[in-house]
RNA sequence: GCACUCGUAGCUCAGCUGGAUAGAGCACCCGCCUUCUAAGCGGGCGGUCUCAGGUUCGAAUCCUGACGGGUGUACCA
């Protein structure tokens, strides 16, 4: 439910009745549980305009304040503060509600709008790396979360399939005379190989550059091969997503290349707004305050990063209909985005309403500080870092019980991967984060595992008792009311992760969320001797919709849950 | 040089629409498995929130400056 939209409400209704014209502020979670469940801090922050002493209008609110209804106490301390505390009996029924729903109170979007997420990009003369896990697991995690939430989401996989580089993959691939299945396994030395190639011989240098034009004018013969060597590098990334569980298909596909047709138009549309100069011999945008131009088209006339990125941007707004996009990329490219996002709008390339966002995050790095990398100065595969995940989840699982092969291997698929894209999406992802190999196939504290074990927990509980559990949520003390509001908050939690783009809101939530219930579970016993019916029964119901939260937050962040572990 | 970004516990990180005594995980120490899964729970240790000013009733949070790390800076993507 909008846990805090109700609240504000009440608040609202009391300034109204107390005559007060001014806007509360938003009331906030409360910072201790001492202070309640809910605090409005607004008193202080009026008491200038108002010309009161701040605990004179936290006192008119308070005698103004409906306590029949979300409100059941509420009270003054220190400077001004109103310490709010909940009605147990509607955080219950609203519990209640919740249980009933299959969306367990998190309501659609009144209304939605087409999203385009894009995110992945992976480049395809390259192998994925662990660099590229980040782009593809938060904006997986983006679209899932405005996918639930209602909106339309497009996702979209910007693979870069048409750069220089090209010409000289395809003129080695050529040479090799491959037919493309055994050399290309392995795409990173067919790479370093050609690259190899091209460094060392000047004839073979500019063949590569002929292939180029010609791929690019369209010859049948390098387009065959170049559709081969695509189609090759692109199993290779859906092995990689088909590993990692990200939504991602063929469908969704809009490479470089796509564009490559309406590139010629973006400079003409460019010129017809005025906004294109040329400059050096090249064609360019110079924006009001920037210093340096954005450059559409070289003086060779070769079209560039930014034209491909502005003819996206047209394709999106007015071919797809989107009303935001958002980028998922790395935050150096923040310079970039800003530019060419501004001459979009600016050559109205994009309508004014549509929200064009940069979803930047930080660089890894390695734990000396610097951009990661491996010791021998490559990069670790992001397949092999996934394998490994799953090695070391078979290990941990193994030690603890015994499972059938098959159990076994579902199992450690589950928890490994689950653990790589957990510690990933926990991170603030503006930041940059030193990556940690065994903190990322860590197994204990604030890691997927602990979700995914309160979660078997209760699914025991429930294998234990047998039977379809029918009644209503009572709270019978602190822990357990804590629990039920926290339980409350979810939608509020994904309202404001979807605004702000950042999954580690979700991650911690569910940490506070599994940590109450650990809690609750260790004190309040549900099955043992000695519990009256009532009160089983109120448990019972509350640990199903921690379950049911636990399931569906982790599903937001594309990791599964399993019931028994 | 200019621009952006970050600087919080030994380590890795939350917290940043300003609110009460700054929070986790790891590591370290102590306690809890005859009783719903100990991959767990409870307790302890650990901080001048880089520094200096400013705004404010109130600053880790906002502003300015310094220092330190990272990144970007016209024909790569």
Redesign the pocket.
């Known amino acids: 439910m909008k846990l805090k939209e109700t609240i504000n409400h009440a608040i609202q209704d009391a300034f109204r009745k107390a005559g007060i014209d001014a806007t509360p ?2 009331v ?1 979670e ?3 549980p ?3 469940d809910y ?1 409005f ?1 607004g ?3 009026l ?2 305009s108002l010309k009161k002493n ?1 605990r004179e209008i936290a006192q008119t609110v308070v005698e103004h304040l409906d306590l029949g209804g979300i409100i059941a106490k509420a009270e003054i ?5 109103v ?1 709010l505390w909940l009605n147990p009996n509607q955080v219950a029924a609203s519990c209640d509600n919740a249980l009933k729903d299959p969306r367990i109170g998190v309501a659609q979007k009144a209304d939605p709008i087409k999203v385009v997420v894009d995110y992945s990009g992976p ?1 395809m003369a390259k192998q994925m790396h662990v660099g590229h896990l980040r782009s593809t697991i938060i904006g997986d995690t983006l679209s899932n979360l405005l996918d639930f939430l209602g909106d339309e989401v497009i996702r979209q996989n910007h693979i ?1 399939d ?4 090209f010409g000289m993959l395809i003129a080695y691939l050529e040479e090799v005379g491959e037919d493309g299945n055994t050399s290309l396994k392995d795409l990173e030395q067919f790479y370093k190989d050609a690259k190899a190639r091209f460094d060392a011989d000047a004839s073979f240098a500019d063949k590569a550059r002929e292939y180029v034009v010609k791929i690019q004018s369209g010859d049948a013969h390098c387009l065959t091969l170049w559709k081969k060597f695509i189609d090759i590098s692109l199993g290779h990334c859906e092995e990689v997503y088909e590993k990692l569980g990200v939504n991602l298909t063929r469908e969704d596909v809009r490479a ?1 290349s796509f564009y490559n047709d309406t590139l010629a138009k973006v400079i003409t549309d460019l010129d017809k707004a005025g906004m294109l100069q040329e ?4 064609q ?1 945008v110079f924006l009001e305050g920037d ?3 954005v ?1 559409v ?4 006339g ?5 034209t ?1 990125d502005l003819a996206a941007l047209y394709y999106r707004a007015n071919v797809l209909g989107a009303k935001r996009i958002s980028y998922v990329v790395d ?6 985005f800003k530019q060419v996002f501004r001459v979009a709008k600016e050559a109205g390339f994009v309508p004014e309403d549509v929200k064009l966002e940069h979803v930047a995050f ?2 890894m ?1 390695d ?1 000396s ?3 990661f990398k491996t010791r021998d100065g490559g990069t670790v595969k992001l397949i092999d870092l996934l394998d490994e995940a799953v090695v070391r ?1 078979k290990e ?2 193994t030690a ?2 015994d499972y059938t092969p098959e159990a076994l291997e579902n ?1 450690a698929r589950i ?1 490994g991967i689950g653990a790589v894209k957990y510690a990933d999406l ?9 990556f ?1 190999w065994d ?1 990322m196939l ?6 997927s ?2 979700m995914q ?1 309160a979660y ?2 209760i ?3 429930f294998r ?1 008792y047998g039977k379809e559990v029918s009644g209503t949520i009572v709270l019978t003390d602190e822990l357990e009311h804590r629990l039920a509001v926290t339980l409350l908050r979810f939608e509020d939690i994904l309202d404001k992760a979807a605004e702000d783009a ?1 999954p ?2 979700i991650t ?1 939530y569910l ?1 506070d969320l ?2 109450l219930f ?2 609750f ?9 000695g519990v009256d019916e009532q009160t089983r029964t109120s448990r019972l119901l509350l640990a199903d919709l921690t379950a049911k939260t636990i399931k569906q937050g982790l599903a937001i962040l594309g990791i599964e849950v399993v ?3």
Not at 279 to 282: I, K, L, P
Not at 442 to 447: A, L
């Open positions: 502020i938003s906030t409360a910072t201790k001492e202070f309640g605090q801090n008193a202080m922050a008491a200038k701040p301390a220190g400077p001004g503060f310490n480049n870069g048409w750069g220089t580089q470089e400059s050096d011999g090249a360019c210093e340096i131009p450059i088209q070289k003086s060779d070769g079209y560039l990063y930014a491909t935050a150096r490219q923040s310079g970039h930080g660089t790095m734990k500080g610097k951009p989840a941990a699982i603890k019980d199992l928890v926990a991170i603030n992802r503006e930041s940059n984060y030193i940690d903190k860590s197994f204990e504290g604030n890691t595992l602990y074990y078997a927990r699914q025991s509980i234990k950042a580690n809101q911690s940490y599994v940590t650990m809690r579970y260790e004190r309040n016993p549900i099955l043992k001797e019931d028994k572990l």
